[in-house]
């Protein structure tokens, strides 16, 4: 068969490639394409934006009569990176109130688990579930240093064993961008028995993860929902990257119990750009296992 290849330099601006890749498909009258990225740097000469110049070197003679150099640039540098922190953070802030909105949308109970980070660090799921929802969120802070491992475990255990003796079941809960890896890990052991999950965990389930930064261990866990908690279909575990000029914000969501989940990853992509003004990267979507059907024949 006939093929088509095009090799496209972008400068930074990388989320234009999948424009350039339907616009290009679309002239061709080309019905299916596939394509990759390649990440490289170039020459640095310190162009960066909001008017850094190219590094210069002011000299001067000491006492001893050698060259004593300094980068007049440095100070510069360091301010441009201030701003821009500053600025990622929160335009990443909107992106989580905007991602985390658009996903409740679909829930029906009250009822949300909150993971954040220490007691004393921000929480922005928390905020945003509190300021904008009607739901009754429960907080799970992370292990503090001056806690023992044994200590916090207890604490989160206690906490979720609230919400199974008085009968309310969880549809959704959120992992906030400041939850570290242990968190995760006491969470995993608790929902590892399977007859406290199935009191905790409502049919239809939502978890949603965010992360400013790429985290392995985030995605192993959510993955978690779909090969061990919940496996049968409707199952349903993807990772969408939200991305500008400055920063990423990745969202991993995982769904049981929602037929409609494609349709509605669809409207929570489109919701959260047009939200956010950053353009979207699905990393990919696994689904879960068939369920059982009675007195199956195979056609074959």
Not at 18 to 37: D, E, I, N
Not at 79 to 104: C, F, G, N, P, Q
Not at 154 to 176: A, H, M, N, Q, Y
């Amino acid at each position: 068969e006939k093929y088509c290849a095009f090799d496209i330099m972008l400068w930074s601006s990388f989320e234009k490639m999948y424009a350039a890749k339907r616009a290009l498909a679309s002239t061709l009258g080309s019905s299916t394409s596939s394509s990759y990225r390649i990440v490289t740097t170039g020459v640095n000469i310190n162009d960066v934006k909001d008017g850094t110049q190219v590094a210069q070197k002011t000299c001067s003679a000491d006492t001893k009569g050698s060259a004593q150099c300094k980068n007049d640039q440095d100070h510069t540098t360091h301010d441009v990176h201030k701003r821009t922190e500053s600025a990622s953070k929160e335009d990443t802030k909107i992106a989580v109130e905007a991602s985390i909105m658009a996903l409740l949308s679909h829930t029906s109970s009250p009822e949300i688990l909150v993971f954040c980070g220490e007691n004393s660090h921000p929480c922005s799921a928390l905020e945003v579930v509190e300021k904008s929802t009607a739901k009754v969120a429960t907080a799970i802070y992370a292990c503090p240093s001056s806690e023992s491992e044994f200590t916090c475990e207890s604490r989160i255990r206690g906490s979720t064993r609230s919400l199974v003796e008085s009968e309310r079941k969880l549809d959704s809960f959120i992992i906030d961008s400041e939850a570290p890896k242990q968190s995760a890990q006491i969470i995993n052991k608790i929902l590892g028995r399977a007859e406290l999950r199935g009191r905790l965990l409502a049919e239809k389930f939502i978890a949603v993860g965010t992360s400013i930064d790429d985290k392995p261990w985030l995605r192993v866990f959510m993955d978690r929902f779909r090969t061990d908690f919940m496996p049968y279909n409707p199952s349903f575990h993807a990772e969408v990257l939200f991305n500008d000029e400055v920063s990423s914000l990745g969202v991993s969501i995982y769904t049981s119990g929602d037929p409609y989940f494609y349709g509605n990853l669809v409207q929570f992509i489109a919701s959260t750009e047009e939200q956010t003004r950053r353009s979207s990267d699905v990393r990919y979507v696994l689904d879960g296992l068939d369920n059982y059907v009675a007195d199956f024949v195979t056609s074959k």
